[in-house]
């Protein structure tokens, strides 16, 4: 059912990747692959696997991102032509794939070359929101150079990326977007990573949160502006002329421009997770997440003023999941219900 099908679609994925690249910007590849859904497994009354990557075929979400190489997830991804975003794990695994060649070349065999193409692994993520000042942040680009070096032997590197996802907080002096730079403790790893991913044609992963930025200044940032709703009014930044109707354009073009005074312009942003609550904390409402997570699925389609185009964006997440620690709103970022029922209706376009 799905092997031929994938392998064309691996194919006609190739040829465009190279017609793209060609003319620019080879990370805006596969528009039907415009946004997914992260799928987080910390719940104990979340539905099978399998039963998960049916739910996102029905539903029209043709890319998925977990945050480990889970062996019944990726099992059940095989044939389903859905794009993945794999994580390789926490600290211990990105300590693991820095220490060694040969650990990241055990690593790459049994999560990627065991499953590719029949999963159509898209990017390896090396480290999510590792902390700037943590020991471990100096082990992502030694792990991602030996991630990347295991792919080149395995013939894979052309189709599987190596990047590592940033909070927004490698940012600094975001507002207006055309000041963004990495930020002081970030500034020692991050230009470095940024020229890697500029010599390896891998984009930045970014987590970017509307939410929290909304919440922790509420009275001066507009709820319609942080959601995605008509009436905000313009915000025109002076450096770059480009005018924003919503913080999340704002915010990852804030990256993009810290990327170019890193020495990277031509490195793209993938957004690998935003979302809002539903429930359980400040603005966290049913209608609030509704309204921004319909308006990130839309404006996938569109990218940012500064970069137009398909900014590929990964929704988080796909369920509530009631086993997260944390402040009440983690556990209620779900755009469904452990029993597979929407949370609220979302048009997931195909
Ligand atoms: C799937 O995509 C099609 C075409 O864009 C759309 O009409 C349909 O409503 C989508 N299905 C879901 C479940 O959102």
Not at 147 to 165: D, E, I, K
Not at 277 to 282: L, N
Not at 327 to 347: A, H, S
Request: glycine letters at 10%; charged letters at 15%.
């Amino acid at each position: 059912m799905g092997g031929v099908g994938s392998v064309r679609r691996w194919i006609s994925c190739t040829l465009l990747i190279a017609a793209i690249f060609l003319s620019f910007d080879h990370q805006q590849a596969c528009a039907a692959g415009a946004y997914g859904v992260c799928y987080g497994f910390i719940g104990d009354n979340l539905p099978s696997r399998a039963e998960v990557v049916q739910l996102y075929k029905s539903r029209n979400i043709s890319a998925m991102r977990i945050y480990h190489p889970d062996p019944e997830a990726l099992a059940a991804l095989r044939g389903s032509g859905i794009a993945l975003v794999l994580d390789v794990g926490g600290v211990d695994a990105i300590r693991a794939l820095a220490g060694s060649a040969a650990a990241a070349a055990v690593w790459v065999e049994a999560n990627v070359q065991a499953y590719y193409p029949d999963v159509l692994i898209r990017y390896v993520a090396v480290g999510n929101e590792v902390p700037a000042g943590d020991d471990a942040a100096g082990l992502i680009l030694p792990a991602m150079r030996n991630v990347r070096a295991a792919l080149a032997a395995a013939g894979l590197a052309g189709a599987v990326r190596v990047s590592t996802a940033v909070r927004m907080d490698v940012i600094t002096d975001s507002f207006p977007p055309s000041r963004g730079v990495f930020s002081a403790s970030a500034g020692r790893h991050m230009p470095p990573v940024a020229r890697f991913l500029a010599d390896t044609g891998a984009p930045l992963l970014a987590n970017v949160y509307p939410y929290f930025a909304y919440r922790d200044n509420p009275r001066d940032i507009a709820l319609a502006y942080a959601t995605f709703q008509p009436g905000a009014a313009a915000v025109r930044d002076g450096g770059s002329g480009l005018a924003y109707t919503n913080l999340f354009a704002a915010m990852v073009d804030a990256i993009h421009a810290a990327l170019e005074k890193a020495g990277a312009p031509g490195v793209g942003v993938v957004v690998s997770e935003s979302g809002w609550p539903s429930a359980g904390g400040f603005a966290a409402t049913v209608e609030n997440a509704r309204r921004y997570n319909q308006g990130l699925i839309d404006q996938a389609y569109r990218g940012t003023p500064k970069r137009p185009g398909v900014l590929e964006t990964y929704v988080f997440a796909m369920f509530n999941e009631n086993q997260k620690p944390g402040d009440p709103t983690e556990r209620n970022f779900g755009l469904f219900y452990p029993n597979k029922q929407p949370v609220y209706p979302i048009i997931f376009p195909n």
